[in-house]
C-alpha cells in the first residue's frame, strides 16, 4: 500500500508539472484547456486560438484557419473566395493582366471588350459580309465622385468644429483657472 501512495503521489506530481509545462510553455497550435487536448472552437484557430476564421465551419480549420477550396469562383481568391483580384490580375486564379488602367480593369472580365462580330449571309447569287464593331467601356459613376466629395467636405467641417470646440474649451478652461487663482490671492492677502 505504502508503494502505491508513492506513485499516487508520483502520478499527481507528474500530472500537476504537465499541466504547469502547458500554461508556462502554452499549448501547441490549435490547442487549448487542461493538458492541451482540446482543440479550437469555430471560428477561433491558432496559438492560444486568438484567431478567427472567416469562413464558414466546414473550411475552418483549428491549427491553419480557413483553407481553400479546390477552385474559387472567377476573379476572386484567397481564404474562403472572399478577396477580389487585385490590379492587374483578373480571371481564374487572378492568373490574367489588365492592360488598361486601374479603374477600367473588372477584377472578373478584365478590361474593356473591344469585340468585332462578322456575320455572313448567302443568297443565290450574292454573298453578302456585314462586320459591326462595338466598344463597351464603363465609366466611373458620377454620383460615386460626387459622393466621395462630400465626404470629404464633411470631414474637413466636422474637423473645423472639432478643433474649433477645443479651442473654446481651452480658452474657456483658462479662464476660470485664473479666476480661481486670483480669488487665492486675495483671500490668502486679506488673511495676512
Request: positive net charge; aromatic residues 10%; glycine residues 8%.
Amino acid at each position: 500500500m505504502i508503494g502505491n501512495r508513492k506513485k499516487s503521489k508520483f502520478m499527481w506530481l507528474l500530472h500537476v508539472i504537465v499541466a504547469l509545462m502547458c500554461n508556462v510553455r502554452g499549448c501547441e497550435v490549435g490547442y487549448y484547456g487542461y493538458n492541451c487536448t482540446d482543440p479550437c472552437r469555430y471560428p477561433s484557430f491558432g496559438y492560444r486560438c486568438q484567431n478567427v476564421c472567416n469562413c464558414t465551419q466546414d473550411m475552418c480549420d483549428h491549427k491553419t484557419g480557413c483553407s481553400l477550396p479546390q477552385i474559387c469562383n472567377v476573379g476572386y481568391y484567397g481564404p474562403g473566395c472572399i478577396s477580389p483580384c487585385r490590379y492587374p490580375g483578373y480571371g481564374r486564379k487572378c492568373q490574367m493582366q489588365c492592360s488598361c488602367e486601374l479603374i477600367d480593369c473588372n477584377h472578373i472580365q478584365g478590361c474593356p471588350l473591344t469585340t468585332e462580330r462578322t456575320t455572313e449571309r448567302t443568297t443565290e447569287k450574292t454573298t453578302e459580309r456585314t462586320t459591326e464593331k462595338t466598344t463597351e467601356r464603363t465609366t466611373p459613376d458620377e454620383g460615386w465622385q460626387e459622393g466621395k466629395q462630400l465626404i470629404n467636405i464633411i470631414i474637413v467641417i466636422g474637423n473645423f468644429v472639432l478643433f474649433t470646440v477645443i479651442g473654446l474649451s481651452i480658452t474657456y478652461y483658462s479662464r476660470k483657472y485664473r479666476l480661481k487663482r486670483k480669488q487665492t490671492r486675495k483671500r490668502t492677502n486679506t488673511e495676512l
